[in-house]
């Protein structure tokens, strides 16, 4: 599958996944650039981590206004597949493609640690490498993941289906949601991950590119961008 | 033409910046305060004198872009006469 990774100025983990679709998963990848306006035929877009733009106004706000961005949703619009991961997913956001907005975590401070992630969905391409309940170890770096909506447009997230990843304990509980343990930036209902209807735009806080080799220890990571370019599991444990 | 725009977290949102500002007040001694919440302030100069029509482009900058209006309210100045929006 063609992959492309857009480079924002300010974007910091673009050559991680760069590295993982590429070197790892042998997909042919390049990098997009956020003034171009066309996506060069890929047909997967990743949004990768960082501060876009120095996060000026509202973290993702600025990029989500690039020539390149208007290619993304015109992808996204037509069915491609689309993944925001941090600054991505708050990129995302931020351009409505996704629904929610994020604010500074509860605490204030800059988190940088493992979290636990519930696998709510494993019928999504990029989740399809998974199993629904299973339970992931993943990175986060962010200051700014606090997922925030309105009750009704929550309700409405979870009747759809929408949320994909929750913030759990290591035994996948989540009825200790607010326990701020196990939910770091004090997202609404736990919320680390979501869809859109149609499920080909996924946006995630935490970072699978980080937990993709067994050298940065683990690889729970690496099934998500093998869902998304089609490698099924034999391929997989190959990767591993 | 000058405009001074507002944007400040929704009321029923919890401002955590907001909180941690009113408990460092309340440590230094400024007692009584029940409130504060954290927002951003732009001043923005406008060509043309005509105030409907600013208002109406200042509305729509706020939409589009000041503000987010899932999480954040917006008010607009224009000198004397204020107007406010984002709120339901």
Known sequence: MRCGVVVFPGSNCDHDVYH??????????SFLWHADTSLAGVDLVVLPGGFSYG?????????ALSPLVAAVRRHAEAGGLVLGICNGFQVLLE???LPGAMRRNRDLRFLCRDVYLRVERDDLPFTRGYEKG???????AHAEGHYEDTEENLDRLEAAGQVVFRYVSPRG?????????????G?????????????????????PERAAEQVMGSTDGLALFAGAVGLGAEALEMAR | MKATVTVYPRREILDPQGKAIRE??????????????????????????????????LEEMCRKLLANP???DYSIDLGGRAGAGGAP
């Open chain 1, 20 to 29: 993982v679709l590429k070197h790892v998963l042998g997909q042919e990848t």
């Open chain 1, 187 to 207: 997202s609404a209902r736990a919320i680390a991950g979501v869809a859109n209807e149609r499920g080909n735009v996924l946006g995630m806080m935490p970072h």
């Open chain 1, 173 to 185: 509980e989540a009825s200790r949601m607010v326990d701020p343990a196990w939910n770091p930036n």
């Open chain 2, 24 to 57: 460092a007040l309340g440590r230094i001694g400024f007692t009584g305060v029940e409130d504060v919440r954290a927002g951003k302030s732009f001043e923005i100069e406008l060509a043309g004198e005509d105030r409907e029509a600013a208002g109406r482009v």
């Open chain 1, 55 to 63: 996060d000026y106004l509202r973290a993702g706000a600025m990029a």
């Open chain 2, 70 to 72: 899932v999480v954040e």
């Open chain 1, 134 to 140: 299973e339970v992931l170890r993943l990175p986060i």
């Open chain 1, 95 to 97: 351009t409505g493609l």
